[in-house]
């Protein structure tokens, strides 16, 4: 089936520093991304949408300068946190989608800003 | 607006019984409803999935049913198990203007006790 590999798991970082999270289709080309945050007990929160080769639409509220989006080849994406600060901590989890319409999720990273 | 109901927000089971949870939703046009268990700090896993036409889709102990004229969806926890306890999220995909578009609903967050 569909695999999505996420990478790093967890991280821990200083304030002010960057973090990318990598997202990974293993065995399908992913036509569209999908990254979340979620915060503890609460549901998965849509930052925003990708497709390959085009610039990531981003949903209101979700600072596009801030949560940087690259989606260069159709089996890989990334999302990097610039200058994170402490209310950043969050579980980031992208989910891939195929042309079928169909989707898996990664495994997602749990991001500490200290 | 496309949105996604689920109940109850919360239950707490004895292991070994059954259980049933609800999804209601209004996502137009709707492409298809996929069941996602999601345990805590991990992605969610896909369980089963049904477009417009299937009525019925079985999963091991898990199964979900669709009802697209009231826009309605259960999952069927049969013998529960300890494991079984995780988020169970409910999300809709509605496909408009040649993209898929998500809307998840804020999970039931299921308790199997001994």
């Known amino acids: 089936g569909a695999v999505v590999s996420q990478h790093p798991s967890w991280v821990i970082c200083k304030s002010g520093t960057s973090v990318k999270i990598e997202c990974r289709s293993l065995?399908?080309?992913?036509?569209?991304m999908f990254w979340y945050r979620q915060f503890p007990k609460q549901s998965l929160m849509l930052m925003a949408t990708?497709?390959?080769?085009?610039?990531?639409?981003?949903e209101q509220g979700v600072e596009k300068d801030k949560f940087l989006i690259n989606h260069a080849s159709l089996t890989l994406s990334t999302l990097t946190v610039t200058s994170a600060h402490p209310e950043d901590s969050s579980f980031y989890i992208c989910?891939?989608?195929?042309?079928?319409?169909?989707?898996?999720f990664g495994s997602g990273t749990r991001l500490t800003v200290v | 607006k496309n949105q996604v109901e689920q109940s109850p927000q919360s239950l707490i089971i004895l292991e070994g019984k059954n259980c049933t949870l609800q999804?209601?939703?209004?996502?137009?046009?709707?492409?298809?409803l996929r069941w996602y268990k999601q345990d805590t700090g991990r992605g969610p896993v896909s369980l089963t999935i049904?477009?417009?036409?299937?009525n019925t889709k079985s999963n091991g102990r898990y199964t979900a049913t669709l009802d697209a004229d009231t826009k309605q969806s259960s999952l069927h926890i049969t013998a529960s198990q300890l494991s079984d306890s995780a988020s169970y999220i409910c999300?809709?995909?509605?496909?408009?203007?040649?993209?898929?578009?998500?809307?998840f609903g804020k999970g039931t967050k299921l308790s199997v006790i001994p």
């Open positions: 990708s497709n390959e080769g085009s610039k990531a639409t981003y």
């Open positions: 999804c209601n939703y209004t996502v137009s046009p709707f492409s298809n």
């Open positions: 049904m477009t417009f036409s299937e």
């Open positions: 065995d399908f080309q992913a036509t569209t």
């Open positions: 989910s891939a989608g195929g042309r079928e319409g169909g989707y898996t």
């Open positions: 999300v809709v995909t509605a496909y408009r203007a040649g993209s898929y578009q998500l809307t």
